[in-house]
């Protein structure tokens, strides 16, 4: 596990409701604390100051990579032109902050539920609007990875599984998994199985606690992920997204409703350390 890039989100540091005041300060904290990269949540109409934020991250020599979450209104299989469009903006945005990487939850919106599970043709709605995504996604060499998400957020993909048969469905190599801890201590039977069955699919982790606390202090089973990325010699990012109600805002933002004993610089340098000291562990 040498290729390993840690990151943080925008929401380790501020509300996820996009202001380029507030995204600076994202950038100065991430790179005051010596992240690899920050992970820019894109607003979920795009409308985003692309040009000025990569002034930003070139003046502090910080990476980035981007995340877009479908809204509701942009639900792919009722509203397909409406999602594409926006996924498109999103590969724009990414291509003009000179990254390759776009994940996020781009398999349904946020939100959004038919009352039953997902049909075969919602499936074929999804699976086309992917290939036409990725098509333009190939012409910047921009690798997009697909978060499912926990049942109580989407009815579509929940899962490592979900996603990955899908994209097999689609015949494209630049789509990805993209897990999320949060999520996968919900749905999945365990933190091994969706990592060795991803293999190398697997490009970018969401690295949050049960609680979305401090890494380390909650009931993710953090041994058997780290275990299982170095069996399948990860290579990719793995992003701190954890929250602090100290962040005016945040409670109501995320859903955060217990009084967190942290403040976000706490959370994010112990986090960072404990991400370090698990992949070092694992990689002997």
């Not at 494209?172 to 039977?189: A, P, R, S, V, W």
């Not at 945040?250 to 994010?268: C, F, G, I, T």
Request: net charge negative; glycine share 4%; aromatic share 10%.
């Amino acid at each position: 596990m040498n290729d390993i890039k840690f990151g943080c989100s925008l929401l380790s540091w501020v509300l996820p409701n996009w202001e380029l005041n507030s995204g600076k300060y994202a950038i100065e904290q991430t790179a005051k604390h010596q992240f690899d990269l920050l992970e820019i949540l894109l607003p979920p109409y795009q409308e985003f100051e692309a040009t000025e934020v990569k002034k930003e991250l070139k003046k502090h020599n910080l990476d980035v990579v981007c995340s877009f979450n479908l809204p509701a209104n942009a639900h792919i299989p009722k509203y397909p032109k409406e999602s594409l469009a926006l996924i498109k903006k999103a590969i724009i945005h990414t291509a003009t902050l000179e990254t390759d990487f776009l994940g996020g939850v781009l398999h349904s919106g946020l939100g959004y539920f038919s009352g039953n599970t997902i049909t075969e043709q919602e499936k074929s709605t999804i699976i086309e609007v992917w290939q036409e995504a990725s098509s333009l996604a190939s012409q910047y060499g921009i690798s997009i990875a697909i978060e499912p998400i926990n049942r109580y957020e989407s009815y579509v993909c929940n899962t490592a599984k979900n996603v990955l048969d899908l994209i097999n469905e689609t015949n494209c190599d630049n789509l990805f998994l993209h897990l999320d801890t949060f999520h996968m201590n919900i749905e999945e039977n365990n933190f091994r199985d969706p990592i060795l069955l991803a293999g190398d699919k697997l490009k970018h982790i969401h690295m949050t606690e049960s609680h979305r606390g401090m890494l380390g202090e909650g009931t993710i089973n953090w041994d058997e992920l780290f275990n299982a990325l170095s069996k399948i010699n990860f290579k990719g990012n793995l992003v701190l997204e954890n929250f602090t109600s100290q962040v005016k805002g945040m409670s109501s933002a995320v859903s955060l409703w217990q009084n967190s004993p942290y403040n976000a610089e706490d959370l994010a340098v112990k986090s960072l350390q404990f991400m370090k000291d698990k992949t070092y562990s694992f990689s002997k």
